[in-house]
């Protein structure tokens, strides 16, 4: 079994910053695309931000030149700097992993979630 573990979150004011992680841990054989996904009240879930194993990442418009997704593949950890924060920020944040979990499994991967930490932008 693979766990995702979110921290990071909490209340900032709007133009303050927060930077998320995600740790995985469990099962890993590999882990292929992480991302960041957020979810507003009221709203369907939706893509912050992806990375792949490689390093390839791809935002959201709206995020654009503010946040910057990384990751380091040696402590299976994702990482979300958020920068310039605006009320409309404030929503659930949520990280992904598709995740080979053994090497039996190989090139089969499996979708895991964290439990989500809460980002609240507000003065």
């Known amino acids: 079994q693979v766990q995702l573990v979110e921290s990071g979150g909490g209340l900032v004011q709007p133009g303050g910053s927060l930077r998320l992680s995600c740790a995985a841990s469990?099962?890993?054989?590999?882990?292929?695309?992480m991302g960041w996904y957020r979810q507003a009240p009221g709203k369907q879930r939706e893509l912050v931000a992806s990375?792949?194993?490689?390093?390839?990442?791809n935002y959201q418009d709206s995020v654009k030149g503010r946040f910057t997704i990384s990751r380091d593949n040696a402590k299976n950890t994702m990482y979300l700097q958020m920068s310039s924060l605006k009320p409309e920020d404030t929503a659930v944040y949520y990280c992904?992993?598709?995740?080979?979990?053994?090497?039996?499994?190989?090139?089969?991967?499996?979708?895991?979630w964290g439990q989500g930490t809460q980002v609240t932008v507000s003065t």
């Open positions: 469990g099962s890993i054989f590999s882990i292929n695309d």
């Open positions: 990375i792949t194993r490689g390093g390839t990442t």
């Open positions: 992904n992993a598709r995740v080979i979990p053994t090497r039996v499994d190989f090139p089969r991967e499996y979708d895991y």
